[in-house]
Nanobody, 120 residues
Framework: QVQLVESGGGLVQPGGSLRLSCAAS????????MAWYRQAPGKQRELVAI???????NYADSVKGRFTISRDNAKNTVYLQMNSLKPEDTAVYYC??????????????WGQGTQVTVSS
């Protein structure tokens, strides 16, 4: 009943920038948090950044000072601004939303993933 649609991935050179977007739609009572995860081949999926409904944020140490997560609660949309990109940022990036539904259930929903490749 909840769909997350991602956009904004692509191929960039080291030092470049990308902005990822993720919009949630469907039957939602509230969204507690929205987050970005990433997974590179042969590695575990890791949390990149997370933001609460009141704007509290947390970042992986590897992206602090380079990435910024933000949200538009009215649009149920989360963004990830990625600056000073490095080859080690190459991964599939997944949007996540922790949602409360009308039946008082709490579930994690995931976007389809978008490829970010940083290479010269």
């Amino acid at each position: 009943q909840v769909q997350l649609v991602e956009s904004g991935g692509g191929l960039v050179q080291p030092g470049g920038s990308l902005r990822l977007s993720c919009a949630a739609s469907g039957t939602i009572y509230s969204i507690k948090t929205m987050a970005w995860y990433r997974q590179a081949p042969g590695k575990q999926r890791e949390l990149v950044a997370i933001i609460s409904n009141i704007g509290n944020t947390n970042y992986a140490d590897s992206v602090k000072g380079r990435f910024t997560i933000s949200r538009d609660n009215a649009k149920n949309t989360v963004y990830l601004q990625m600056n000073s990109l490095k080859p080690e940022d190459t991964a599939v990036y997944y949007c996540n939303a922790r949602v409360l539904d009308y039946g008082l259930g709490e579930d994690d929903y995931w976007g389809q993933g978008t490829q970010v490749t940083v290479s010269s």
